[in-house]
């Protein structure tokens, strides 16, 4: 991972903690309350990751839709759509979930505001990842960034129309699509990298795993189908 401030902190939850409660496919540590599992457990989850980690507060959770729209998470009352957050103020956690979309970590190198973004193909292509950073007002030079663990390319088939309606956008993300037995198969990493270079940003960590080869470490909504449970991806600034 990139060197991050220090007063910068980062979690990718994984499948498994010694203490979770959910069981059979979304055993044990599934933090979604919107997946098919009993929710009483996951509250339970849900406590547990904060104790177990310590966090300054309760994560700010959102409902995730596949958009382009980021919110400050000091703001977030009550759950709202959006797919990405950030925040100026440390304590406040930032939190998405994913079971194989990609995870993307942003800090600026002062360590005073951060954020996190929800990116699936619909998220990337809708233009999340530009959302958040448009968040933080400054250069892409004055930014790091760290790309969580997602599904990767050699797992990752799509449509020709996904295909097309990345081209449409971009004509450089031709290098993300790979095609196989007239199967195509999307790079979230390679896609997430192309935007955020375009964006200025150079300093950028990660992209090495992949939630649907790793059952053992991950959940992936694509090897397990709706009896995935979701990792949960923080982000907070420590108060010093």
Same mark, same amino acid.
């Given at each position: 991972?990139?060197?991050?401030?220090?007063?910068?902190?980062?979690?990718?939850?994984?499948? %498994?903690?010694?203490?979770?409660?959910?069981?059979?496919?979304?055993?044990?540590?599934?933090?979604?309350?919107?997946?098919?599992?009993?929710?009483?457990?996951?509250?339970?989850?849900?406590?547990?990751?904060?104790?177990?980690?310590?966090?300054?507060?309760?994560?700010?959770?959102?409902?995730?839709? +596949?958009?382009?729209?980021?919110?400050?998470?000091? *703001? =977030? #009352?009550?759950?709202? &759509?959006?797919?990405? #957050?950030?925040?100026?103020?440390?304590?406040?956690?930032?939190?998405?979930?994913?079971?194989?979309? *990609?995870?993307? %970590?942003?800090?600026?190198?002062?360590?005073?505001?951060? !954020?996190?973004? +929800?990116?699936?193909?619909? !998220?990337?292509?809708?233009?999340? =990842?530009?959302? *958040?950073?448009?968040?933080? &007002?400054?250069?892409?030079?004055?930014?790091?960034?760290?790309?969580?663990?997602?599904?990767?390319?050699? %797992?990752?088939?799509?449509?020709?129309?996904?295909?097309?309606?990345?081209?449409?956008?971009?004509?450089?993300?031709?290098?993300?699509?790979?095609?196989?037995?007239?199967?195509?198969?999307?790079? *979230?990493?390679?896609?997430?990298?192309? =935007?955020?270079?375009?964006?200025?940003? #150079?300093?950028?960590?990660?992209?090495?795993?992949?939630?649907?080869?790793?059952? &053992?470490?991950?959940?992936?909504?694509?090897? &397990?189908?709706?009896?995935?449970?979701?990792?949960? +991806?923080? =982000?907070?600034?420590?108060?010093?």
């Amino acid at each position: 991972m990139n060197s991050f401030p220090h007063n910068v902190k980062v979690i990718s939850t994984l499948r %498994f903690l010694e203490g979770g409660n959910s069981k059979e496919g979304f055993n044990n540590f599934n933090l979604a309350l919107h997946v098919n599992d009993n929710h009483n457990l996951v509250k339970e989850n849900r406590a547990l990751l904060v104790n177990h980690y310590n966090l300054p507060s309760t994560p700010a959770w959102i409902n995730q839709v +596949h958009s382009n729209i980021s919110i400050d998470a000091e *703001l =977030i #009352s009550s759950k709202v &759509d959006a797919d990405a #957050s950030y925040t100026r103020k440390s304590g406040v956690v930032c939190a998405v979930l994913t079971a194989d979309c *990609l995870p993307v %970590f942003v800090s600026n190198k002062e360590g005073t505001i951060v !954020g996190v973004a +929800h990116a699936g193909w619909r !998220g990337l292509a809708n233009g999340i =990842i530009e959302s *958040l950073i448009y968040s933080f &007002d400054c250069d892409g030079k004055d930014l790091v960034v760290h790309l969580g663990p997602a599904i990767s390319k050699l %797992f990752f088939e799509v449509g020709k129309e996904v295909k097309l309606q990345y081209l449409s956008k971009n004509k450089n993300f031709e290098s993300c699509f790979s095609c196989l037995n007239n199967k195509y198969y999307l790079d *979230l990493y390679g896609a997430a990298r192309l =935007i955020l270079k375009s964006c200025g940003i #150079s300093s950028i960590s990660g992209g090495d795993r992949c939630t649907y080869g790793e059952p &053992d470490e991950y959940f992936s909504y694509r090897r &397990d189908g709706n009896y995935s449970g979701r990792m949960a +991806h923080l =982000i907070w600034m420590a108060k010093v």
